[in-house]
């Protein structure tokens, strides 16, 4: 499949982001959102300092929101791969997914074979999803065929997991190159696009959002396969996962706005969003 030549800049990037977040919620859509804001949470742990000690307690934070009372829950945990199996443990029955990173996270600097060996060893261990970083160096050196070869073998080697593919738009920068790597990652299998690890400033971005968007529309208008979206990166206030809310919503429609089609990547988000429900 062809897609359509992409012109946005970043001034039509800016009004297109001023239209869609500017729409004013009533009181009952704004309850309904932050309920689904926090229902598409991946709950998330990435840090040199992690143990199995931090897990249980990542863990035990879902189950507690879970059993709270509030009929809602996370969509997932998000670890390093050493504590998939503990995770996977932990949550078992609940419904909430365990996903893990790959692909020499969060740089993308390793050989092929050995970033298959570790999404092959991420499944193996019992992850549900796997949110695989591609290569920027060679996506910015132009090498469109080496990224897109790149998430097809890493699809397959994920089995029956989900991959959320992680583009790090804020390495990417530019509107033209974010939408061609979007592009290669829908044509190779992504289940979820990702803005960036949270590891790279800057990380989530409405502009990098809307490229990834529209381009996931224009995908489902030719194939009809629905692939998720996946802001993550600083994204610790509701209000800043509100804008990403209406973005999704605006462009790609309200069907979109569940946990099998949009993510958010955060920590601290989670307790902020809860209190907010009633």
């Known amino acids: 499949m062809k897609f359509s030549a992409y012109h946005q800049t970043t001034e039509t990037l800016s009004a297109r982001i001023g239209q869609l977040t500017g729409i004013s919620l009533t009181d009952e859509e704004l309850a309904q959102a932050w309920k689904t804001i926090f229902s598409c949470i991946d709950l998330t742990t990435l840090e040199a300092t992690d143990n199995d000690e931090r897990i249980r307690l990542l863990c035990n934070q879902a189950l507690d929101f879970a059993g709270s009372g509030k009929n809602v829950s996370v969509a997932a945990i998000c670890v390093y791969m050493p504590f998939v199996a503990l995770g996977s443990s ?94 290669l990652a829908l044509l190779a299998g992504a289940d979820f696009l990702k803005t960036s690890t949270g590891k790279v400033q800057p990380a989530a971005t409405p502009e990098a959002a ?19 979206f996946k802001p993550a990166g600083g994204i610790a206030e509701p209000e800043t996962a509100l804008i990403y809310y209406k973005l999704v919503k605006g462009i790609l429609g309200e069907e979109w706005l569940n946990p099998k089609l949009f993510r958010i990547g955060a920590s601290r988000l989670a307790s902020r969003v809860f209190d907010l429900i009633r």
């Open 90 to 183: 932990l949550l078992k029955n609940s419904g909430i997914q365990v996903a893990t990173v790959s692909c020499s996270f969060p740089s993308g600097q390793l050989p092929l074979h050995l970033k298959l060996a570790e999404t092959l060893w991420a499944a193996d261990q019992g992850a549900d999803e796997i949110d695989m970083v591609i290569s920027r160096g060679l996506m910015l050196a132009g090498n469109h065929d080496a990224i897109y070869e790149e998430v097809k073998a890493v699809k397959a080697a994920c089995g029956k997991a989900h991959l959320k593919v992680i583009l790090e738009t804020g390495e990417l920068a530019k509107p033209e190159i974010i939408r061609k790597a979007s592009e």
């Open 210 to 228: 809307v490229v990834m968007l529209e381009t996931i529309g224009e995908y489902y208008q030719i194939t009809g396969r629905k692939v998720g």
